[in-house]
Nanobody
Framework: HVQLVESGGGSVQTGGSLRLSCTYS??????IGWFRQAPGQEREGVAA??????AYNDLVRGRFAFSQDNASNTVYLQMNSLKPEDTATYYC????????????????????WGQGTQVTVS
């Protein structure tokens, strides 16, 4: 089955940048994306892609950029102009569900998750 390994989290000051990486293995996927969860809050979609588009949460649009390198099976999340409210555990997720493209930022569409990486902005 699909396995996902994230890296790149850390602590940064307001206005700084971080780049998260997620390497996936174990099979093909229809959708892949980044989610985040702050303490006491629901997990929310940040950026994700399916067949032909990239979806962004409005809270990060213009500051975060999703990209992928199919040769290395790696996806990235470049995070710029970070704010304290971006503090959360960030998760990479993948889906083999045929309908995941219909709700790219919906966590219910995803059936494989990484272990998460912490991002702290102060």
């Amino acid at each position: 089955h699909v396995q996902l390994v994230e890296s790149g989290g850390g602590s940064v000051q307001t206005g700084g940048s971080l780049r998260l990486s997620c390497t996936y293995s174990g099979g093909s996927r229809n959708c892949i994306g980044w989610f985040r969860q702050a303490p006491g809050q629901e997990r929310e979609g940040v950026a994700a892609t399916g067949t032909d588009k990239i979806a962004y949460n409005d809270l990060v649009r213009g500051r975060f950029a999703f990209s992928q390198d199919n040769a290395s099976n790696t996806v990235y999340l470049q995070m710029n102009s970070l704010k304290p409210e971006d503090t959360a555990t960030y998760y990479c997720a993948a889906s083999v569900r045929s309908w995941c493209d219909l709700t790219l930022l919906g966590k219910s569409a995803y059936n494989f998750w990484g272990q998460g990486t912490q991002v702290t902005v102060s």
